[in-house]
């Protein structure tokens, strides 16, 4: 997978840069942020001029590793009023506030930034639906940059609001063990979600997804989805309000499979037959 993302990444930012204005981007303002978000790469690199190269590595790693681990493939919604809602594939999303100041430069405070360092961004490039931020962050006489890549995610009657409350009901966490039907109403929401979540990802042109943020026991293969195997420590039973109702929903999962004759073809465009694929499995239910 990792290669393929990597061209196609690549493609994206060819295709961005055409046009008269490609070296310097289009002009960036507080308004341009306001929407949902994705962040498809963080890429990092250095300049060391301390000579303590082990010393900087060990520094580097223990920043860049929850960055990589909860900010790629992250969804973020950037409110006016200066609250940013962020979705790194948990149940519950994480809330913070950022403001845009008069050097052009974003700040952005919750959870993982929560550092001053970590924390501002200058806004490298920005072009029509793509924006390139970059954070400097100084370890006394060594300096890492941080590049994040971020894509807008259009909403339209194709594409879902994925931070449309509708969509995240399931996200309320339940306060009992639930009955049946409440627990196959929960499990639907939960598919519907994801098949709004690959039309984000196919509608707008994001480079790839990342499986392990998905909260659903569900394999996808090349021309395929399948039932993966139940495993009580799986991050996706947090959705149920215990063990006991997250089997149930594996059972019920399995049964809807069961139910399901044949598999959409959208002319070997994967993306586009898992968001058909999901909503079948939901209505089997």
């Known amino acids: 997978m990792?290669?393929?993302?990597?061209?196609?990444?690549?493609?994206?930012?060819?295709?961005?840069?055409?046009?008269?204005?490609?070296?310097?981007?289009?002009?960036?303002?507080?308004?341009?942020?306001?929407?949902?978000?994705?962040?498809?790469?963080?890429?990092?690199?250095?300049k060391?001029?301390?000579?303590?190269?082990?010393?900087?590595?060990?520094?580097?790693?223990s920043v860049m590793a929850p960055l990589y681990d909860n900010l790629e493939m992250a969804a973020f919604r950037f409110q006016p009023s200066g609250v940013v809602t962020i979705d790194e594939g948990k149940v519950e999303k994480i809330t913070g506030n950022w403001q845009f100041n008069d050097k052009s430069e974003l700040?952005?405070?919750?959870?993982?930034?929560?550092?001053?360092?970590?924390?501002?961004?200058?806004?490298?490039?920005?072009?029509?639906?793509?924006?390139?931020?970059?954070n400097?962050?100084?370890?006394?006489?060594?300096?890492?940059?941080?590049d994040y890549y971020l894509v807008k995610l259009r909403v339209n009657d194709t594409i879902p609001d994925?931070?449309?409350?509708?969509?995240?009901?399931?996200?309320?966490?339940?306060?009992?063990?639930?009955?049946?039907?409440?627990?196959?109403?929960?499990l639907k929401q939960v598919l519907y979600y994801y098949s709004a979540y690959?039309?984000?990802?196919?509608?707008?042109?994001?480079?790839?997804?990342?499986?392990?943020?998905?909260?659903a026991p569900i394999k996808f293969y090349s021309g395929g989805i399948g039932v993966k195997r139940y495993k009580e420590d799986d991050d996706w039973t947090k959705v149920f309000y215990d063990n006991q109702d997250a089997k149930k929903a594996h059972v019920m999962l399995n049964q809807a499979f069961d139910n399901i004759k044949g598999y959409p073809d959208q002319g070997r465009d994967y993306v586009k037959e898992y968001i058909v694929a999901l909503k079948l499995v939901a209505d089997a239910l």
């Not at 295709?15 to 963080?42: H, Q, Y």
């Not at 400097?136 to 941080?146: A, N």
């Not at 039309?199 to 998905?214: D, L, Q, R």
């Open 48 to 61: 060391i001029l301390s000579g303590n190269s082990d010393a900087f590595h060990d520094y580097k790693d």
């Open 162 to 186: 994925l931070f449309d409350p509708a969509l995240n009901k399931w996200r309320e966490r339940p306060q009992q063990s639930e009955s049946d039907e409440a627990i196959k109403l929960r």
């Open 136 to 146: 400097v962050i100084d370890i006394k006489e060594d300096t890492m940059y941080v």
């Open 2 to 46: 990792k290669p393929v993302f990597l061209f196609l990444f690549a493609v994206i930012l060819l295709s961005a840069c055409n046009g008269d204005n490609a070296e310097t981007g289009l002009p960036f303002t507080k308004d341009s942020l306001i929407g949902n978000w994705m962040m498809i790469r963080v890429i990092q690199n250095a």
């Open 107 to 134: 700040l952005m405070q919750y959870k993982y930034l929560i550092q001053k360092n970590k924390s501002l961004f200058a806004v490298k490039r920005y072009w029509h639906d793509s924006l390139e931020l970059e």
């Open 198 to 215: 690959f039309a984000n990802i196919s509608g707008n042109e994001v480079p790839y997804f990342n499986i392990t943020k998905i909260l």
